[in-house]
């Protein structure tokens, strides 16, 4: 396979009013792997959604190889060699591993017959590329990073020589996402070439050739991985040094339960009982598919409960049977906002005001939700700051901060909180993190799901961890080290590793 | 392609620029089919303006013909602001009709005001029960409202066909089944000599209630926010089963008091195929306009004048009654072939990573 070139000259893409992407040059070359830096909003997205067609340009071409192209839908630019992985998956939940491959394959024979068996080829390239895996598994049911890797299966599967990855460390532990940088670094190596967009520094440093910054639509500055210092990239994507972390509000002894958990059981969750007092920071941690983020739908009310209780300063919050309803006190962040927690063609106002709805005056008057709105915008800096703009055209990050924004308005005397800073850049994190902090410091209970142990150890006082839909662990975070909490993590201090056993 | 894009960007004047392209693409089709059968196209369309609008009598000929369509159009519309695809107008249409025309059995001698309530009332209810069978099914089975309103459709037809060849058959009308007439009292009243009545005029009130529910109330915002995204049931605290239920009420009603005016005011008794094809043109207008008020009135008396002008084409012109079915047919394909077109325009670039 020749290595590719894939040049995008002075690019630009405006929405209305909004400048997306300007006058952007990026080369992304074969045997490379580029990581896209920006914050949020600065373009990252947009850029290579027009490189994969799904966005025409206003102004700018596209070369490959040196020939102009020009791509009138992502057909056209898969059909040049080019890929695409977003961060909301494509694959279809209820379809098998082999079925949702067969889907993308143009040599997929016209009949594939019940479990699409026929296509040999499909396993063969599967078993390469996401070795363990059952090509008969129903998709849904695998875990996260199983399931990207199998998008980028899916992606090389249509013989792109050229694979854009979207934050595709976002949601990954650390150990998935290690999993996922040998995948990222065996691809440059075998020619194909790997733009990886990410907010995380450890990406960069374990997979990274070539680091490109982009700025409010512009693409700022390159250099070789090698000569990016963690710090100097913050400031190039920001243009502020990093603030250091904030330490943990030291917590008094002996405050009242405020969110109280009794034998909850939710789906995959098991029997979990659970306390969080006031002033406390409570960190889960598990790897993907041990039952945590099922855990946090049964807190904010996306779960049915089976059985159990959940109460709030004494009063029932979640009961089986119950129907879900917003509690001003209680502030919910999920695990997928733009999925579960946004309208996305209605305003950033009446987004802003989803909790309030049912309450709103008879007759809603949308310039008072407009004004209500500016607080929140500003406090978060949700970019464009823009009340009126449907939700859905935010970046992903903008969108996270809209959905924390929404949720940590008033006092708030819990929060429960699914990968808070997911897809945020590091300005956002801080200021999320602290948000959280301030609000534990002042009395509030605090429950946060987290991907990063070092983030959790750093900031929690107290660490639980989840295995196959139960609690097992209940450390002192203090204390804990990311290597006990990570033996919990794999189940092996409760049982034999069946994975183990059975070979 | 990034012309039409930029032309249609407000609803408003996306909802222009597809109802030309409608025109413009049922203009070729029919001029095709007109060469076709040895017409000449100019002709044609003059005489099809002229019988839309060439006359007191052809203006008030389009506006009855627009009226059940456009009711029909709002009861597609008020379960879709939930992004519910109710398709059983025409059904909920002549269950309006039946009950309507019951209440004006039972109590034949009321006096006047009573008996035009009573039977409008009987038609609102009739078309709003048609609907509570898959309201219900869709709410809480969940059974699809598309199939079980569609399939409702052929019961309610049948229904009317067997009640007028039977019990409610009027003995005095010789061998042609249909009800009794029904009297002036529970008539509304019509325009000077013309037949254009206060149906349209009660439909255009209700339009402009509905459009101010949709969209200045709390009501219509909740739909407006569970549509976008069911899931939001969690967040909002606002149940989604309630409101299936209740828009697809709101929605028979709208069809069922269709249903009745035709019968009551435009037929003068209850008798079969009384539809006419409103309720399959009411869902292609709402859907072509965009699910918005505004834009399906407009709509729906331009289709209605076009429908008129079939009729009157034949009358007026050479063309055998089954070439202006035809032309009507074309009308129909014009525009499910821009609405389609422009779903799919509008879906390109708004995808989100
Ligand atoms: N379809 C759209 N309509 C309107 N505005 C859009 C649309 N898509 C993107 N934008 C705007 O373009 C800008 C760039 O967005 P983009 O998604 O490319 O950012 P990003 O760099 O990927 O950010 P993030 O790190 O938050 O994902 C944002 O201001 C966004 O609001
Ligand atoms: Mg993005």
């Known amino acids: 396979m020749a290595p590719v070139e894939l040049r995008l000259n002075g690019l630009c893409k405006r929405f209305r009013d909004v400048v997306a992407v300007h006058d952007a040059s990026l080369v992304i070359r074969g045997g490379e792997v580029l990581a896209l830096l920006g914050e949020n909003g600065a373009g990252k997205s947009t850029l290579m959604r027009l490189a994969y067609g799904m966005v025409r340009p206003d102004a700018g071409h596209i070369e490959i190889d040196a020939r102009r192209v020009r791509f009138d839908a992502p057909r056209d630019a898969v059909a040049a060699g080019i890929g695409m992985v977003f961060q909301q998956f494509s694959l279809i939940d209820t379809l098998s591993v082999r079925e949702n491959l067969a889907l993308a394959w143009p040599r997929a024979p016209w009949w594939l017959g019940r479990d699409a068996r026929r296509p040999g080829a499909l396993d063969a390239h599967l078993a390469r590329l996401v070795p363990g895996v059952d090509p008969r598994a129903r998709t849904g049911d695998l875990a996260v990073g199983v399931r990207q890797q199998i998008e980028i299966a899916k992606v090389l599967l249509r013989e792109a020589r050229c694979v854009i990855l979207d934050e595709p460390t976002a949601v990954l532990t650390p150990a998935e996402a290690g999993a996922l940088h040998?995948?990222?670094?065996?691809?440059?190596?075998?020619?194909?070439?790997?733009?990886?967009?990410?907010?995380?520094?450890?990406?960069?440093?374990?997979?990274?050739?070539?680091?490109?910054?982009?700025?409010?639509?512009?693409?700022?500055?390159?250099?070789?991985?090698?000569?990016?210092?963690?710090?100097?990239?913050?400031?190039?994507?920001?243009?502020?040094?990093?603030?250091?972390?904030?330490?943990?509000?030291?917590?008094?002894?002996?405050?009242?339960?405020?969110?109280?958990?009794?034998?909850?059981?939710?789906?995959?969750?098991?029997?979990?009982?659970?306390?969080?007092?006031?002033?406390?920071?409570?960190?889960?941690?598990?790897?993907?598919?041990?039952?945590?983020?099922?855990?946090?739908?049964?807190?904010?009310?996306?779960?049915?409960?089976?059985?159990?209780?959940?109460?709030?300063?004494?009063?029932?919050?979640?009961?089986?049977?119950?129907?879900?309803?917003?509690?001003?006190?209680?502030?919910?962040?999920?695990?997928?906002?733009?999925?579960?927690?946004?309208?996305?063609?209605?305003?950033?106002?009446?987004?802003?005001?989803?909790?309030?709805?049912?309450?709103?005056?008879?007759?809603?008057?949308?310039?008072?939700?407009?004004?209500?709105?500016r607080a929140p915008i500003a406090r978060f800096d949700v970019r464009p700051p823009d009340p009126r703009r449907p939700a859905g055209t935010l970046s992903g990050g903008n969108l996270q901060k809209l959905v924390i924004a929404r949720e940590l308005q008033g006092d708030p005397t819990a929060v429960v909180a699914c990968y808070p800073t997911m897809g945020l850049d590091v300005v956002a994190t801080a200021q999320v993190r602290d948000a959280m902090l301030t609000l534990a410091a002042n009395g509030c209970a605090v429950l946060w799901f987290g991907e990063d142990l070092d983030d959790l150890l750093a900031h929690a006082h107290r660490i639980v961890v989840m295995f196959d839909g139960r609690l097992v662990a209940d450390l002192d975070a203090h204390t804990a080290t990311p290597q006990q909490v990570g033996v919990w993590m794999s189940g092996h201090a409760i049982a034999p590793d069946p994975l183990r056993q059975a070979a | 392609?990034?012309?039409?894009?930029?032309?249609?960007?407000?609803?408003?004047?996306?909802?222009?620029?597809?109802?030309?392209?409608?025109?413009?693409?049922?203009?070729?089709?029919?001029?095709?089919?007109?060469?076709?059968?040895?017409?000449?196209?100019?002709?044609?369309?003059?005489?099809?303006?002229?019988?839309?609008?060439?006359?007191?009598?052809?203006?008030?000929?389009?506006?009855?013909?627009?009226?059940?369509?456009?009711?029909?159009?709002?009861?597609?519309?008020?379960?879709?602001?939930?992004?519910?695809?109710?398709?059983?107008?025409?059904?909920?249409?002549?269950?309006?009709?039946?009950?309507?025309?019951?209440?004006?059995?039972?109590?034949?001698?009321?006096?006047?005001?009573?008996?035009?309530?009573?039977?409008?009332?009987?038609?609102?209810?009739?078309?709003?029960?048609?609907?509570?069978?898959?309201?219900?099914?869709?709410?809480?089975?969940?059974?699809?409202?598309?199939?079980?309103?569609?399939?409702?459709?052929?019961?309610?037809?049948?229904?009317?066909?067997?009640?007028?060849?039977?019990?409610?058959?009027?003995?005095?009308?010789?061998?042609?089944?249909?009800?009794?007439?029904?009297?002036?009292?529970?008539?509304?009243?019509?325009?000077?000599?013309?037949?254009?009545?206060?149906?349209?005029?009660?439909?255009?009130?209700?339009?402009?209630?509905?459009?101010?529910?949709?969209?200045?109330?709390?009501?219509?915002?909740?739909?407006?926010?569970?549509r976008d995204n069911p899931r939001l049931q969690a967040v909002t605290g606002c149940a989604v089963a309630p409101r299936i239920v209740a828009t697809m009420l709101v929605g028979g009603a709208f069809a069922g008091l269709a249903g009745i005016v035709e019968t009551s005011v435009v037929q003068g008794r209850l008798q079969s195929d009384l539809a006419n094809g409103a309720g399959l043109a009411g869902f292609l207008v709402a859907w072509l306009a965009g699910n918005r008020v505004p834009q399906t009135v407009a709509l729906a008396l331009l289709v209605g004048a076009v429908l008129a002008a079939g009729d009157g084409l034949q009358i007026a012109t050479a063309v055998p009654s089954s070439a202006t079915l035809v032309v009507q047919g074309l009308m129909f394909v014009a525009l499910l072939a821009v609405g389609g077109a422009s779903a799919r325009w509008r879906g390109v670039g708004h995808g989100r990573g």
């Open chain 1, 182 to 373: 040998a995948r990222v670094r065996a691809l440059a190596r075998d020619g194909f070439a790997v733009v990886l967009i990410t907010h995380k520094t450890a990406d960069v440093r374990a997979c990274a050739d070539r680091v490109a910054v982009m700025r409010a639509g512009r693409v700022v500055g390159e250099a070789p991985a090698a000569d990016a210092a963690d710090a100097r990239i913050v400031e190039w994507m920001v243009g502020v040094a990093p603030a250091p972390a904030a330490a943990r509000p030291a917590r008094a002894a002996d405050t009242p339960v405020r969110l109280s958990v009794r034998g909850l059981c939710a789906g995959p969750v098991r029997d979990v009982a659970l306390d969080v007092h006031a002033g406390e920071i409570v960190a889960v941690a598990g790897v993907s598919g041990s039952g945590q983020v099922a855990l946090a739908e049964a807190l904010t009310g996306l779960r049915p409960l089976d059985a159990g209780q959940v109460t709030l300063d004494g009063q029932a919050l979640r009961a089986p049977g119950r129907p879900a309803r917003p509690v001003a006190a209680l502030a919910a962040i999920p695990a997928d906002p733009r999925r579960t927690a946004i309208a996305p063609s209605r305003s950033l106002a009446v987004n802003l005001a989803l909790k309030r709805l049912a309450v709103q005056p008879w007759r809603v008057r949308r310039a008072a939700l407009e004004e209500q709105a």
């Open chain 2, 1 to 226: 392609m990034t012309t039409v894009a930029a032309l249609a960007a407000t609803p408003l004047r996306a909802a222009f620029v597809r109802a030309a392209a409608a025109i413009g693409v049922f203009a070729a089709l029919a001029s095709l089919f007109f060469v076709s059968i040895g017409q000449p196209p100019a002709t044609m369309f003059v005489e099809i303006a002229r019988a839309a609008a060439g006359s007191g009598y052809a203006v008030g000929e389009s506006l009855v013909r627009a009226t059940p369509i456009m009711l029909c159009a709002l009861a597609t519309l008020v379960p879709a602001r939930l992004g519910l695809v109710s398709v059983g107008a025409d059904g909920q249409l002549y269950a309006g009709a039946i009950v309507g025309t019951g209440a004006l059995l039972a109590w034949p001698l009321a006096p006047g005001p009573v008996l035009l309530s009573a039977v409008l009332v009987g038609g609102a209810i009739g078309g709003a029960l048609w609907a509570l069978g898959p309201a219900l099914l869709r709410a809480f089975v969940p059974v699809h409202e598309t199939i079980s309103t569609l399939m409702l459709n052929w019961v309610a037809a049948m229904l009317v066909t067997w009640l007028v060849h039977g019990a409610w058959r009027n003995p005095a009308s010789q061998g042609w089944p249909a009800s009794i007439e029904f009297p002036d009292t529970a008539r509304l009243p019509v325009l000077g000599d013309s037949r254009v009545h206060a149906g349209l005029a009660l439909a255009l009130v209700l339009a402009v209630v509905l459009h101010a529910v949709l969209t200045r109330t709390r009501s219509g915002l909740v739909l407006d926010v569970l």
